[in-house]
Antibody, heavy 122, light 108 residues
Framework: QLQLQESGPGLVKPSETLSLTCSVS??????????WGWVRQPPGEGLEWIGS???????YYNPSLKSRVSMSVDTSKNQISLKLRSVTAADTSVYYC??????????????WGQGTLVTVSS | SSELTQDPAVSVALGQTVRITCQGD??????ASWYQQKPGRAPVLVVY???NRPSGIPDRFSGSTSGNTASLTITGTQAEDEADYYC???????????FGGGTKLTVL
């Protein structure tokens, strides 16, 4: 059964870099044909797609975050990582990772990790 | 860039049918996927594509698209269906994905 688990600091200072890792079990990132995505959700608000990455390193990002985001894959650890630079309080959110499937004219995110709350505060 | 618009809140009587809609220009080129989210929990995929359900999702959940509007229909709504529902699709002019603002479903 495929499972994803986010991990990383729960508190980040303003202007610093948020770094999170998503550990994947039950499937190998490097042999799958899926993308792996990050989605965030500010407290009490809706979902926002951050970006998606293929095991080869091919990425695409939300244009509104593109200048501050980078994602990477570590196939030896079966993990994907997210970095968000120059954070502000507006980046306070629950961050989720999810497998991102795409097919003819449709894409979907499933399953999802449980999410991890990151608070930006001094 | 495009966006997806959902009604903020919808209510339905127990056992009745409810339709949750998602409107956006990109939906004329790409199908939507739909997610159910209960308080404090991660989203769960309930419908994707033309009308596909992951295993374990009850068949009372169904999806459809007409023009620039995608719909999630719940037939015979149960109390446990009370949740927030989000649509998701790809922007037709760019290589990125987007979510609707979400619809809070209340079961009366």
């Amino acid at each position: 059964q495929l499972q994803l688990q986010e991990s990383g600091p729960g508190l980040v200072k303003p202007s610093e870099t948020l770094s999170l890792t998503c550990s994947v079990s039950g499937d190998s990132i490097s042999t799958s044909t899926y993308y792996w995505g990050w989605v965030r959700q500010p407290p009490g608000e809706g979902l926002e797609w951050i970006g998606s990455i293929f095991y080869s390193g091919n990425t695409y990002y939300n244009p509104s975050l593109k200048s501050r985001v980078s994602m990477s894959v570590d196939t030896s650890k079966n993990q994907i990582s997210l970095k968000l630079r120059s954070v502000t309080a507006a980046d306070t959110s629950v961050y989720y990772c999810a497998r991102h499937s795409t097919s003819n004219r449709v894409g979907w995110f499933a399953p999802w990790g449980q999410g991890t709350l990151v608070t930006v505060s001094s | 860039s495009s966006e997806l618009t959902q009604d903020p809140a919808v209510s339905v009587a127990l056992g009745q049918t409810v339709r949750i809609t998602c409107q956006g220009d990109s939906l004329t080129n790409y199908h939507a996927s739909w997610y159910q989210q209960k308080p404090g929990r991660a989203p769960v995929l309930v419908v994707y594509g033309q009308d596909n359900r992951p295993s374990g999702i009850p068949d009372r959940f169904s999806g459809s698209t007409s023009g620039n509007t995608a719909s999630l229909t719940i037939t015979g709504t149960q109390a446990e269906d009370e949740a927030d529902y989000y649509c998701n699709s790809r922007d037709s002019s760019d290589d990125h994905w987007m979510f609707g603002g979400g619809t809070k479903l209340t079961v009366l």
